[in-house]
């Protein structure tokens, strides 16, 4: 049971303390954990420029998916090993061809720190 002012995460409508249920839209109040999880993917999912945060989203996590594999952060004068930017969906040469799902996956990949931002 909250113990503090609760926003409903269905219908934003602001809850007293101890209430179960929102008082608006009558649907169960979920827990802080729960609340934070619903809220990152309406604010995610929905509102201004989704489709934008959305593709910058895939690209940060195809980066640190990247670092990850990699072991180590390139920032402008190096970059990920190709075997790396390979295994994330680089395209490269006439890989397209066999693989053509690379055209799209390529559009996430970058090979360091100043191409991700620039
Ligand atoms: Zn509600």
Do not use: K
Request: aromatic content about 12%.
């Amino acid at each position: 049971m909250p113990t503090h002012a609760t926003v409903c995460p269905f219908c934003r409508g602001l809850n007293s303390a101890g209430e179960r249920r929102c008082y608006r839209c009558g649907r169960p109040l979920p827990g802080p954990l729960a609340s934070g999880v619903i809220g990152f993917f309406q604010n995610t999912f929905t509102g201004d420029a989704a489709i934008t945060r959305i593709f910058l989203g895939l690209c940060l996590l195809v980066f640190a998916l990247c670092i990850i594999s990699d072991h180590r952060l390139p920032l402008y004068s190096d970059q990920f090993s190709m075997s790396t930017t390979l295994r994330f969906g680089a395209l490269l040469g006439s890989l397209g061809t066999a693989e053509p799902w690379r055209y799209v996956a390529a559009v996430f990949v970058h090979y360091n720190a100043v191409h991700l931002v620039c």
